[in-house]
Structure formats: C-alpha cells, structure tokens
C-alpha cells in the first residue's frame, strides 16, 4: 500500500466541508481512511464531489456514528450502508 500526500493542505482545499469529518474522526483517534474520488480531489486532480466515502474499522463504528452526529449529519435507514462481514476475515 502507497501513502499519498496531497499537494495542499486539504484545509485549502475547495472540498473541506467534506474532509472536515475525516479530520474529527482523526482527532478522537477512530481508524478510517478516505475512499473513492475524494482521494483524486485530495492529490489535485480537478473534481467537483457530492459524496464522501469512509471506511471504519468495524469495532469504532458506534463511536464514529457519535461523531457523525455531532458534526450534524444525520442517521437515515436504507441502502446507503453497506458492510464487508468478510473484509476482516478476507487478506487484501
């Protein structure tokens, strides 16, 4: 696996609003990385995103729900949610 590094900082970014979850994720110590076209906006590449997507390891997601919340977003039911039951049992 490569560690990219963006060109500037993602606070610069006309896409903060979306990586500001990302940051407080961070800040409170919950394992999750950016996925999708979010991560080519994030090294430069000109994208205009509507959706940003976050993998959580499976034993924070309660607290990465707490956090979600408190930024304002809010908890719908439906299909938007989708689990890998086998990523963890699964070598990459």
């Not at 110590?29 to 991560?39: F, N």
């Not at 924070?60 to 039951?85: F, S």
Request: hydrophobic share 40%; aromatic share 4%; glycine share 6%.
């Amino acid at each position: 696996m490569t560690d990219l590094e963006s060109k500037k900082s993602l606070q610069a970014s006309s896409s903060w609003r979306h990586f500001h979850l990302s940051q407080c994720l961070e800040d409170r110590g919950i394992k999750h990385c950016i996925a999708g076209d979010a991560v080519l906006e994030a090294l430069g590449h000109p994208l205009v995103l509507c959706q940003l997507y976050l993998v959580i390891a499976d034993e924070q997601l309660e607290d990465a729900l707490t956090v979600m919340l408190q930024q304002g977003l809010e908890q719908v039911q439906g299909a938007g949610l989708y689990v890998d039951r086998d990523a963890a049992n699964t070598p990459l």
